[in-house]
């Protein structure tokens, strides 16, 4: 079969693969055009740096986020499916969304998301440097929990086996930990996000709903 012609997305697309499979630091020019079974300089006729490149590589995986979230609807309704929707993205792309998070976007698809998280926290209330604080918060969030999903904070991770074995520890010393090894042992990824994302919401309402009385108070 003939090969495809070379592009900046297939580069893309190529990069995308690998940080997956090794990641971000595995990412260099030369080893994209072996991977690609072409020239090291013809990759520089379609991304002018690896900088550009990780850039392109950020731009794609934002790109695939899907909003569903509906306009009229409440914002806590609305944080909700967007913090899902990233979080989607980030189970299919893992490490290339690390890649997302360390970089500043300043394209239609890197802002896009940005813009659309900030106008409504702003519906909620918020101005603009809460905010930026609250996304950040949320973001900081998805990510961690991306983290020990993929398995890379393993301390409170479950695995094959119990994270604490209930036989090994002293419960005179650990007597809540002993008591809850099972649990500790055991995570369903899914009911534990919900978890913390409707700890997160109910905490940013009570902040919204302080600021929006402080506001009131302060016209009288």
């Not at 990412?27 to 994209?32: A, I, P």
């Not at 950020?58 to 929707?85: K, M, N, Y």
């Not at 896009?112 to 604080?133: H, I, W």
Request: aromatic share 6%; with cysteine; net charge negative.
């Amino acid at each position: 079969m003939p090969t495809k012609p070379l592009s900046r997305a297939r580069i893309v697309a190529a990069a995308i693969d690998l940080i997956e499979r090794e990641g971000a630091d595995a990412v260099s020019m030369r080893r994209l055009a072996a991977e690609l079974g072409v020239g090291v300089m013809s990759l520089y006729n379609h991304v002018p740096s690896k900088d550009a490149l990780l850039n392109g590589v950020a731009e794609a995986v934002l790109s695939e986020i899907e909003f569903t979230d509906d306009p009229g609807a409440h914002w806590s309704d609305r944080v909700r499916v967007q913090a899902r929707a990233f979080r989607q993205i980030a189970g299919h792309y893992p490490r290339s969304t690390m890649l997302v998070v360390s970089r500043q976007l300043h394209s239609a698809a890197g802002l896009l998301p940005v813009e659309r998280a900030l106008a409504t926290l702003r519906s909620a209330g918020f101005d603009g440097a809460e905010a930026v604080s609250m996304l950040r918060v949320f973001i900081a969030y998805i990510v961690g929990s991306l983290l020990r999903e993929v398995g890379v904070t393993p301390a409170f991770a479950p695995g094959s086996a119990p994270a604490v074995p209930s036989a090994g520890v002293d419960p005179a010393l650990f007597p809540e930990v002993g008591a809850m090894a099972s649990l500790l042992g055991t995570c369903d990824h899914e009911e534990e996000f919900e978890f913390g994302l409707d700890m997160l919401i109910q905490a940013a309402a009570a902040r919204a709903t302080a600021v929006g009385q402080a506001g009131r108070e302060g016209v009288r």
